[in-house]
């Protein structure tokens, strides 16, 4: 499975946008880029997926590069509900995934008020 | 209803003890997970169910046996469990479009088990 790398920790200010960076120098051409967020105490939540192309949901953004080897989370105005590990995962089409999730070590994402 | 819900909550099991995790799920998804994440790391894959059938068993100890009844119900059957089981146990749902990697997965708040 391609891998991807994430920086461990991010902080933010309220109200301010955030760009969270993963890089995934391996990834193949079917390899969709899924980012999901684990709030305290709960469990993962869906953040956004894309393959090529930019993607905007009532969440967050995601851009991704035109060589897909990185991409960006983007929250556009952070909130302190927003704190949470931020995991971006290569989800493969094809074969026998099944949907397979591998969950990297994540972005602890840090929001002051 | 897009809700995943396990019970218990919590759960405190002996080593020679035998209990089940149960998880259920009522948006006609077909696909079922469990995954087990321990303190301060990321969850791990433990098994796959697709259209209630073992599709992925990511090489986990017999200890641990899994179970899907139906389509909205999974279990997780735990015997003879070690110390170092103890974990949150997350089971998980999606559609299952195509082969599943555009699905979203919808998680439940997990098990809470400790294994004395």
């Known amino acids: 499975d391609a891998k991807t790398t994430q920086p461990n920790s991010m902080e933010s200010n309220e109200e301010e946008p955030v760009h969270l960076p993963c890089n995934h120098s391996?990834?193949?051409?079917?390899?969709?880029i899924h980012w999901y967020r684990q709030l305290p105490s709960q469990g993962p939540e869906y953040v956004i997926h894309g393959l090529t192309s930019n993607v905007n949901n009532r969440m967050a953004s995601l851009a991704i590069a035109e060589d897909r080897k990185s991409s960006t989370l983007i929250l556009h105005r952070a909130t302190l509900r927003d704190a949470a590990v931020y995991y971006c995962?290569?989800?493969?089409?094809?074969?026998?995934?099944?949907?397979?999730?591998?969950f990297g070590q994540g972005t602890i994402l840090t929001v002051h008020p | 209803d897009t809700e995943v819900t396990q019970t218990p909550k919590h759960l405190v099991m002996g080593m020679t003890n035998k209990k089940s995790l149960k998880c259920e799920q009522h948006?006609?998804?077909?696909?079922m997970y469990w995954y087990k994440q321990k303190a301060k790391k990321p969850p791990e894959l433990m098994f796959v169910?697709?259209?209630?059938?073992?599709?992925i068993n990511e090489s986990v100890p017999s200890r641990f046996s899994p179970e899907c009844p139906n389509s909205s119900l999974l279990n997780l059957h735990l015997h003879a469990l070690q110390p170092e089981d103890s974990a949150l146990y997350l089971c998980?749902?999606?559609?299952?479009?195509?082969?599943?990697?555009?699905?979203?997965?919808?998680f439940g708040p997990g098990t809470r088990l400790t294994v004395l």
């Open positions: 391996t990834i193949s051409g079917t390899d969709y």
């Open positions: 998980a749902s999606s559609q299952l479009v195509g082969q599943g990697a555009i699905d979203e997965q919808f």
């Open positions: 948006m006609g998804h077909r696909a």
């Open positions: 169910y697709s259209y209630e059938k073992l599709s």
């Open positions: 995962i290569l989800n493969r089409a094809g074969g026998t995934s099944y949907g397979k999730l591998t």
